[in-house]
T-cell receptor, first 112, second 114 residues
Framework: NAGVTQTPKFQVLKTGQSMTLQCAQDMNHEYMSWYRQDPGMGLRLIHYSVGAGITDQGEVPNGYNVSRSTTEDFPLRLLSAAPSQTSVYFC???????????FGQGTRLTVV | AQSVSQHNHHVILSEAASLELGCNYSYGGTVNLFWYVQYPGQHLQLLLKYFSGDPLVKGIKGFEAEFIKSKFSFNLRKPSVQWSDTAEYFCAVVERNAGNMLTFGGGTRLMVKP
């Protein structure tokens, strides 16, 4: 059971570079989300999706784009990386509103 | 704005001590409540959850939590901690049927000394 798979696990970017964090789930969950984790701030929601073709902004969406072309995949794009985006990013999937979220292993991103 | 507060940011205990971590939320509607644990270098894993019914919920590894609606609280407890409980603990809340995703507290970092 793969669950939620994120790649890469670690990444270092230079300011201004772009990249895509990949997230895939094999549980046929409709709901997927991206969070960033910063010390003392818990996890903050960046973007989420309630199904293929449908995405919406969370609490901290600026600087990030998402798309959901399939049920399985929910990539997160940084168009022009900034040091403030240095963080640990977690992708999660949920079978239905209000139920438990299953998390990926996380991507530790450093922007220099 | 809806929020989740964890008042203890860092807790240090000796093995066999009892643990209680506080969690309060500000939602006005009916909520589902969760506690997640993150062991060093790992992803978040579900400890326990409350949707309805008995407000005292038992989870994995001997953890339990009590939902007190009048206090908007969902505190996590364990009678006797072990060194292996060293981790960061997150409370999370979602308002039922509101179309929102989970909102997390700031986390509590627990260190258990052997």
């Amino acid at each position: 059971n793969a669950g939620v798979t994120q790649t890469p696990k670690f990444q270092v970017l230079k300011t201004g570079q772009s990249m895509t964090l990949q997230c895939a789930q094999d549980m046929n969950h409709e709901y997927m989300s991206w969070y960033r984790q910063d010390p003392g701030m818990g996890l903050r929601l960046i973007h989420y999706s309630v199904g293929a073709g449908i995405t919406d902004q969370g609490e901290v969406p600026n600087g990030y784009n998402v798309s959901r072309s399939t049920t399985e995949d929910f990539p997160l794009r940084l168009l022009s990386a900034a040091p403030s985006q240095t963080s640990v990013y977690f992708c999660a999937s949920t079978i239905a509103w209000g139920t438990e979220a299953f998390f990926g292993q996380g991507t530790r991103l450093t922007v220099v | 704005a809806q929020s989740v507060s964890q008042h203890n940011h860092h807790v240090i205990l000796s093995e066999a001590a009892s643990l209680e971590l506080g969690c309060n939320y500000s939602y006005g509607g009916t909520v589902n409540l969760f506690w997640y644990v993150q062991y060093p270098g790992q992803h978040l894993q579900l400890l326990l959850k409350y949707f309805s019914g008995d407000p005292l919920v038992k989870g994995i590894k001997g953890f339990e939590a009590e939902f007190i609606k009048s206090k908007f609280s969902f505190n996590l407890r364990k009678p006797s901690v072990q060194w292996s409980d060293t981790a960061e603990y997150f409370c999370a809340v979602v308002e039922r049927n509101a179309g929102n995703m989970l909102t997390f507290g700031g986390g509590t970092r627990l260190m258990v000394k052997p």
